[in-house]
C-alpha cells in the first residue's frame, strides 16, 4: 500500500463512524472584572440528527479546566453544580444561559474583556468534536441578554 492511501486508511479508521449533527448559535463567553479566576460560555445548541447526543465536555486555551454545569434549587437557595454531560434530543435545541446550563471556565488564563474572543471545543458522546470562536460579552440580567451568533 501506498504511503499516502495507508494514511487515508488510518484517518477513516480513527474518525468517529458518525458526527454529531448539531447547530451552534449565539455562543458567547461572559466578560469579566481583572483578577477574576472563572467565567462562563453560553450557546443554544440543536440536535439536528434523528437521534440524542450527549455534551460531555468541553475544551478551551484561555482556561485551566472546561466544566459543564447547571444552577439547581438546594434547600431554598441556587447553587452551581458540575454535570457529567448535557442531553440534546433529536430535532431540539438546548440553551446554555445565565442561571441554567453552561460551560464554566475555571482557572482563567487570562483576563476576558468585552471584544475579546475566546476558542472553545465542545465535546460530544459520539466521539465528534465542534471547535467554536466566541466573542467575549457583558452578561444582562437573565432573560435580557442581547448577543450576536458566533461560530
Known sequence: M???AH???????????????VSIDGAYARA??????????????TNNGTAAVTLTGAK????????????????GVMRMR???????????????QPGGLHVMLIGLEKNLAEGDSVDLTLEFSDGSEEALQMPVQPVMPMGHQMHKSAN
Request: aromatic letters at 4%; a negative charge.
Open 32 to 45: 469579566i472584572p481583572p483578577g477574576q479566576p472563572n467565567s462562563a460560555a453560553f450557546m443554544q445548541i
Open 60 to 75: 478551551t486555551s484561555v482556561a485551566s479546566v472546561a466544566e459543564l454545569h447547571n444552577h439547581i434549587q438546594d434547600e
Open 82 to 96: 458540575r454535570v457529567d454531560g448535557i442531553e440534546l434530543p433529536a430535532g431540539e435545541t438546548v440553551s446554555l
Open 7 to 21: 494514511l487515508l486508511l488510518l484517518s477513516t479508521l480513527s474518525a468517529p463512524a458518525f458526527a454529531a449533527d
Open 2 to 4: 501506498k504511503p499516502l
